[in-house]
């Protein structure tokens, strides 16, 4: 099955920093990457997602980008803020079926 | 905020127990995925309905049941209750399966 591996686990940054979050998939059949903010008590959030047939995507301050000979795709966050502090998880998934996600990364950013 | 919403909020079981968590799907969605979230990990795949059809299962023993009913809405029905299976239950619902909204969630808690 997919495997789904995420680094940092933690990451702390200075507000207005940017932070880079990477995660690697085994399944060469995956061909969606849904990342998630998940707070503290919260429910997980999609908050940015890529399919296959596309190597870049932004939203404002947040950015995906895909490497499929690679197997790997990374979140890029610009000029954090507080706000931005929570867990995040990748995901890799086969025509929008089972999500494997990733083990998470903790993110900081401190005033 | 996403229209996906799970009850009971929380939960306290005794070991060998059985326990039903319910789920509301967002409107217009069709499939809805069961996932398990350990304290610290990602989300784990349980199975998905589509249609009111099993869609697929992950690495989860038969004690772990469920159902979707024709308004999309579901069951996730769990026999035997061990402590390991202490957790937040999280369905999430699709209209494609590609982007999954997430519910709030069930924090089960065996003892």
């Known amino acids: 099955g997919e495997n789904v591996e995420q680094h940092p686990s933690t990451l702390s940054v200075q507000e207005g920093d940017s932070a880079v979050i990477k995660c690697t998939y085994s399944?060469?059949?995956?061909?969606?990457f849904p990342w998630y903010k998940q707070e503290l008590g919260k429910r997980p959030q999609l908050i940015i997602d890529?399919?296959?047939?596309?190597g870049e995507k932004k939203d404002q301050r947040i950015a995906v980008t895909l490497n499929k000979t690679a197997k790997h795709f990374s979140l890029h966050i610009t000029e954090t803020q507080p706000e931005d502090s929570a867990v995040y998880f990748c995901?890799?998934?086969?025509?929008?079926?089972?999500?494997?996600f990733g083990k998470g990364t903790s993110l900081l950013v401190t005033p | 905020e996403t229209g996906v919403t799970q009850s009971p909020t929380h939960l306290i079981k005794t070991r060998g127990q059985q326990v039903t968590l319910r789920c509301s799907s967002q409107?217009?969605?069709?499939?809805v995925s069961w996932y398990q979230q350990a304290l610290g990990q990602g989300p784990q795949f349980i199975f998905q309905?589509?249609?009111?059809?099993?869609?697929g299962r992950g690495n989860f023993p038969p004690r772990f049941s469920g159902l979707q009913f024709p308004n999309y809405s579901s069951e996730l029905n769990v026999n035997a209750l061990e402590l390991d299976d202490s957790a937040l239950y999280l369905c999430a619902s699709s209209m494609t399966g590609y982007e999954q909204y997430f519910g709030p969630g069930t924090r089960l808690t065996v003892t």
């Open positions: 399944d060469s059949a995956s061909n969606y």
């Open positions: 890529i399919r296959s047939n596309v």
């Open positions: 309905y589509y249609r009111e059809e099993e869609n």
């Open positions: 409107s217009g969605h069709n499939t």
């Open positions: 995901a890799a998934s086969t025509a929008g079926y089972a999500l494997n």
